[in-house]
């Protein structure tokens, strides 16, 4: 083990610039990362993580205190039992990542979809910064 490797538990929480998630492309027990892509548009900042294999029903974003988190959890069973054989095959995906807010981000204003392995989260900007509360947003 090298002195950067991590073995804090907690979630990594950084700003809207910096990585979302450490830039391995393995996670310590061998499974994917999640690509994160993050824009500063006029009126707006757009999040996008890409995410096969979830479903709209997998996550859960949040707001609380100016920290925006998105978690993502599958499990998944598949039960098959024929004549001399029985198959069963599970899987279990999940990650969590966390960021600081800019403080002109509009808490009436978040919206997140999912769709075709994509997890878009939309954030409009204000003109003045804005404290954000505990909230949990509706993923459409």
Known sequence: MTNSTKTNTLPKIASMTDNFWDTEALTSAGEPKYAVNIQDKAGRYKLE?????????????????????????????????????IRKEFSHASFTGSFLLPENVLEDHISAKYHNG?????????????LLKKRQIKIH
């Open 118 to 130: 994509l997890f878009t989260v939309n954030l409009k900007k204000s003109e003045k910064g804005v």
């Open 49 to 85: 993580v890409s995410a096969p294999g979830f479903k709209k029903n997998d996550f859960r974003i949040t707001t609380d205190n100016g920290v925006l988190t998105v978690t993502a959890e599958s499990n998944r069973a598949e039960n098959d039992q024929k004549e001399n054989y």
